[in-house]
């Protein structure tokens, strides 16, 4: 169906966001979701007597025929979506319609079709997520013992492996995937406690000593569990939770993304970003390969991660059993920060799928600054041969700095055969020992091994979720 751009649409329906995501958050689903608790809902009060049970199939007939032009009809009369939903199922269902949403309030619905559509979206991000970690622990284990060098505060530091690097991105997705796990295991609903959540409603039909096993019944028909303390609403802090599970999401996969353009700027030019054929970089200069996957992912991680601030609002602003305020806005909060979310994940797994590597451009950085690191490990092995502490430092020191203004003034590092050529350094080291103690890339500690066994216990963990 052509989407109709003439007023404004959040790019969210269109733009951002998987579709099986999108569809999850629908308005259709959403009401496919009040129906399907509405008639389970009738259908554990049949069982336990409430109503008759030849009431029922008029209501399975018509459970799924949602008719979105009807109802937003009858909300312009009634001002409200739920009641609006409810009365044109009634009316489809015919002699089975009086009995719907006997007992229940507005929020009964509503707060356990939320929680089934959070769970659903966890299930689907989490599947993405598992992508990516796989895809991570298969580059930590090619790249394991490809020497880098490291940055420290943007300036060169000392030599790293590539797959050491990208095991710490790995290692922080891993931790996102545990904690989303954990909110979805603690995510529960509203359940049908009513106005204020006493249950006084239920417990007049059934009698205080049915409520529980009927409530139990009705959790066992939705697949979730119920909060056993509500007011009209489930306690908004749990929003709040999950919202924040989902924006350290975003800031893990902001850190790739900014490192990734770090790395793709020219001067440096080691990492770029997959770039379609046909892909315009830029409107102005024809030559420019921008990483715009990465700037989406940041622009939308930047975004989503505000969005705990607003939950946390609605947690501590809901007054007594319940105030309105929460209602308008979490129906943007909860879809866009599911839908912000999806796109990062999915957008950091084509990106890493198509990551390009540039080895001549990594080589030529290592031995460019990789020297400089190295003085620690020859200073220390200068002093073990007799020589002294400060005098060796400051001769050291000296020519560092000779060489960094060569390498600033464009030419190669001159580091080492400055000091290969140092009579003083050679009174107690020969030119080739000084030679070997000044190659770095053997300087990067045991940090091959560690990333290997981070990512064998990331497919161990995807392996055996349950464990």
Do not use: C
């Not at 608790?37 to 109503?51: K, S, Y």
């Not at 050491?164 to 997705?173: G, I, N, V, W």
């Not at 003083?424 to 560690?450: C, H, T, W």
């Amino acid at each position: 169906m052509q989407e109709n751009h003439e007023g404004y649409r959040s790019p969210f329906t269109w733009r951002y966001g998987s579709q099986e995501m999108r569809h999850l958050w629908g308005e259709v689903y959403k009401r496919k979701l009040w129906r399907q608790i509405w008639l389970a809902l009738a259908e554990v009060q049949a069982e336990f007597g409430l109503i008759p049970s030849e009431k029922l199939e008029p209501l399975r007939s018509q459970v799924d025929a949602v008719d979105l032009s009807r109802a937003l009809e009858k909300e312009k009369q009634l001002h409200h979506d739920l009641m609006a939903e409810l009365s044109v199922f009634a009316e489809q269902a015919s002699t089975g319609g009086g009995v719907l949403h006997l007992g229940a309030t507005s929020a009964d619905i509503q707060d356990n079709a939320d929680v089934i559509r959070m769970r659903r979206s966890l299930d689907l991000l989490l599947e993405k997520l598992s992508d990516l970690l796989l895809e991570f622990a298969d580059w930590v284990e090619r790249q394991a013992n490809e020497v880098v060098i490291a940055f420290t505060h943007l300036q060169p530091a000392e030599p790293t492996t590539l797959g050491y690097r990208l095991a710490s991105y790995a290692q922080d997705l891993l931790d996102d995937w545990e904690e989303l796990n954990r909110q979805r295991q603690l995510l529960r609903g509203k359940g049908f406690k009513g106005a204020v959540g006493s249950a006084a409603s239920f417990v007049e039909l059934l009698g205080a000593e049915r409520f529980a096993s009927f409530e139990r019944r009705l959790a066992q028909r939705l697949g979730i569990e119920f909060f056993p303390i509500t007011t009209q609403v489930y306690p908004r802090k749990q929003d709040y939770r999950l919202i924040s599970a989902l924006a350290g999401l975003g800031a893990s996969l902001y850190k790739f993304a900014f490192d990734l353009r770090f790395l793709q700027s020219p001067s440096l030019g080691e990492w770029s970003e997959p770039f379609g054929e046909q892909q315009v970089g830029s409107s102005a200069m024809p030559f420019k390969r921008n990483p715009v996957g990465a700037e989406n992912i940041d622009s939308l991680a930047r975004q989503l991660a505000l969005l705990p601030r607003l939950a946390w609002d609605n947690a501590a602003h809901s007054l007594l059993e319940r105030t309105l305020d929460d209602s308008a806005n979490r129906r943007s909060l909860l879809p866009e920060a599911f839908l912000m979310a999806d796109e990062i994940t999915e957008r950091s797994t084509i990106i890493l799928r198509g990551l390009q590597l540039h080895p001549l451009a990594m080589k030529h950085n290592l031995e460019r600054y990789a020297p400089f690191a190295a003085l620690e490990r020859l200073l220390m092995n200068l002093v073990k041969a007799g020589a002294d502490r400060q005098t060796m430092h400051a001769r050291l020191r000296e020519h560092a700095l000779q060489a960094w203004s060569a390498i600033q003034q464009g030419a190669e590092n001159p580091l080492v055969d400055l000091l290969s050529k140092d009579e003083a350094i050679l009174a107690f080291l020969p030119a080739n020992e000084v030679g070997k103690l000044m190659d770095a890339s053997r300087y990067v500690g045991n940090a091959p091994q560690r990333a290997l066994e981070l990512a064998q216990q990331i497919k161990a963990r995807l392996e055996n979720p349950t464990l």
